[in-house]
């Protein structure tokens, strides 16, 4: 399945065959060689060495004279795609001396009347030309670990001049040059050596050498550069160096990495206030500072400065990926697949990341179901790889079409194939362990899926159907042997599969997945009955008085009857999960139970450590669940309680009210319905407020 198979329908057929046709033909017998021809030839040959050998001094000498011109040159303007003619010129000169010696007629230099000792093969070279002072610094055995491109390693090089005389005789341009030909993995690996021969030879005295060295920390851990890269800084600005946009923008680099924003903020006021012009580079620096700060309104709002600033600073392809990878995150696909068209529209290529995260973002819309498997067909037909990552995603979409069908055919291909590639029983993820439960959970036996609508997906479904085989392994996971189960065959799966991973894979079972898992039960369970006892039996309060000795916060006990289970501490998704359950149940006791427990739970140093905006969150969706479980069960005046004692803390709009309002005014309560009218109104009339004043 992971080599593509579920897109491919049917071999081709190779109908011809081709086989290689093979002439023979007769040996000549060689002719006797004629002595003199070879002795006047040997002559030859010799006499035009000795005149390559002249020409290529003469051409070292030439550019050794040109070296001195150039000294007072001192720039960062280095183009690496230039060559020098003279070395181009070396190079033919070579090519046309091993030219020369054939096969027919060799060259046997050791035969020679000349006294010296002379090789057609040249002592190893740099893979690319280095600053003469630097150069003769190196020995051959030195130059040896970079004379190829592939798997040149620097470090030994710098290590030779630093043992050596470091940097002494060189000019401030050869340490920049030097570093510019370091490739930038390695350059970390090297930086401080190189700083410190530059330091021992008197040579940090311009802006441009000082910006190489701040950028190579700067690669390193952010956390180490800083107190480097702030030092030198000083030091710069000490000697009277002016900085310049360069050296502004590695500080801003530095500082986004540390999500430092007062520094950002004034380094690019810096860049402002001496009317230079922030690059592309520095404008993402900023924008990813803003993504691992979860701040999505900076981001959009950095993101939009460099699409309409300037062409030089348009967002990359990879800056676009960002964009709507955190789009999704904040569940504004709209805008996410409006960055797509533009992408596509500009023509710039998507990456693999931007199809998944597209993909995502259509697995939290019904209506986007289609697009999601279009997204996915789209992956394939670009050759991306076909792996566990991207089975996880159609078996997200599949959940949300109520696929189960499906969902259950991919996650035993799954297991299928990891295990065949493995040569032993290999699981899948816990991610796709939680989206097969998911798949339980919210199962719609009325719904058509778009595997049956759409005949592309149909293909791929299909495909997906014939590989499944639900005896890959003799341990394989208990399945139904069917491809499509009914409720409560489901039910009687979702619990074997269960005991299963807790018996042979429990590291698999994460807190995620047990959350899914009562999810099944919480909406599609028998009775309140059974889900309390799940409840009790996978969960503990983690409260006062209470210690965990598992460093993964999970407890393994062993029943009476042998089988194996796996406990978690409740959070805060457990206690949501607990609220559907007794909404579908329409179990109000149940509800105050878990509503009495979760106050406990937010005096936990777990809940304590959350921000104030995080703790409101979480309460506000907490209380949005108390609120429809009273609302399921007839209870207006406890529900109205609710809302009217957090209306000053929380937004309760029309949005979150409607339900509760159609029952109030069903049931005749008709001062409720007005004063929850009143609530919406004022908590929208906030709304609007907030949103200008930002």
Request: overall charge positive; proline content about 5%.
């Amino acid at each position: 399945m992971l080599n593509r198979a579920l897109f491919v329908t049917r071999a081709r057929r190779i109908p011809l065959r081709f086989v290689r046709t093979v002439v023979f033909h007769r040996k000549r017998k060689p002719q006797r060689p004629d002595s003199k021809k070879i002795d006047s030839s040997l002559s030859e040959q010799i006499k035009n060495l000795e005149k390559f050998t002249q020409q290529v001094q003469s051409i070292v000498n030439t550019k050794q004279d040109l070296g001195a011109q150039k000294k007072t040159i001192e720039d960062l303007h280095i183009d690496d795609s230039t060559h020098d003619p003279a070395d181009e010129e070396a190079d033919a000169l070579f090519e046309a001396l091993m030219a020369s010696n054939s096969s027919e007629n060799p060259l046997l230099l050791e035969d020679s009347p000349s006294t010296q000792s002379m090789s057609i093969f040249p002592p190893a070279e740099p893979h690319t030309a280095l600053p003469p002072s630097i150069r003769e610094k190196l020995d051959p055995q030195t130059v040896k670990h970079i004379s190829v491109a592939a798997g040149a390693n620097w470090v030994p090089v710098v290590d030779r001049l630093h043992q050596t005389t470091g940097l002494a005789g060189s000019r401030p341009i050869d340490v920049v040059r030097l570093v510019t030909k370091i490739p930038r993995p390695q350059r970390p690996l090297v930086v401080a050596k190189i700083h410190d021969m530059a330091m021992s030879a008197g040579l940090l005295e311009n802006v441009h050498i000082y910006n190489t060295i701040m950028s190579c920390y700067n690669m390193a851990s952010a956390t180490q550069a800083r107190p480097i890269v702030e030092k030198l800084y000083s030091e710069l600005q000490a000697k009277n160096i002016k900085p310049n946009l360069i050296t502004y923008s590695v500080m801003v680099n530095l500082y986004s990495k540390l999500t430092d924003v007062d520094n950002v903020r004034k380094f690019m006021q810096q860049i402002s206030s001496e009317g230079l012009v922030a690059t592309k580079e520095v404008y993402t620096s900023v924008l990813q500072m803003y993504v691992r700060l979860g701040k999505y309104e900076h981001v959009l709002e950095t993101f939009n400065t460099m699409k309409f600033l300037s062409l030089a600073t348009a967002p990359s392809s990879r800056t676009y990926s960002s964009v709507i990878l955190i789009d999704v995150l904040n569940n504004n696909v709209e805008h996410a697949l409006a960055l797509y068209e533009e992408m596509v529209a500009k023509e710039l290529p998507l990456e693999p990341e931007t199809y998944l995260a597209l993909v995502k973002g259509c697995t939290t819309r019904r209506e986007l179901i289609e697009k999601g498997w279009l997204f996915i067909i789209e992956y394939y037909s670009k050759g991306f790889p076909m792996d566990a990552r991207v089975i996880e995603m159609m078996m997200a979409l599949a959940v949300k079409d109520s696929d189960l069908s499906l969902s259950r055919a991919l996650f035993v291909g799954l297991f299928d194939t990891l295990t065949k590639a493995e040569g032993r029983l290999v699981p899948p993820s816990p991610v796709a362990l939680k989206y097969l439960f998911n798949a339980y959970a919210f199962y719609d036996a009325q719904r058509v899926p778009v595997s049956r609508l759409n005949p592309q997906v149909g293909g791929i479904a299909a495909r997906t159907f014939d590989l499944c085989d639900f005896c890959f392994h003799v341990d394989a996971p208990p399945f139904l042997p069917t491809l499509h189960v009914d409720d409560k065959q489901a039910l009687s799966e979702a619990r074997a599969l269960l005991q299963y991973f807790l018996a042979k894979f429990p590291q698999q079972i994460s807190v995620e997945v047990l959350e899914a898992y009562l999810l099944v039960f919480a909406w599609r369970g028998e009775s309140m009955v059974e889900f309390e006892q799940l409840w009790n039996r996978h969960t503990f309060f983690r409260g006062q008085g209470v210690t965990v000795e598992e460093p993964d916060e999970r407890v393994q006990e062993q029943p009476a009857a042998g089988t194996p289970t796996l406990k978690y501490p409740r959070n805060d998704r457990l206690y949501n999960v607990c609220l559907h359950a007794a909404r579908v149940h329409k179990d109000v006791r149940f509800a105050q139970k878990i509503w009495t427990e979760r106050g406990r739970y937010r005096k936990t140093p777990e809940f304590q450590s959350l921000s104030p905006q995080k703790q409101d969150q979480q309460d506000f969706k907490f209380a949005r669940g108390i609120v429809s479980v009273f609302a399921q069960t007839n209870n207006v005046v406890d529900a109205y309680q609710v809302v009217l004692s957090s209306q000053r803390r929380f937004s309760w709009t029309y949005y979150h009210l409607k339900e509760l309002m159609l029952l109030a005014e069903k049931l005749g309560y008709a001062s409720i319905h007005k004063n929850l009218r009143e609530v919406a109104h004022l908590a929208e009339k906030r709304q609007r407020k907030m949103f200008v004043n930002s």
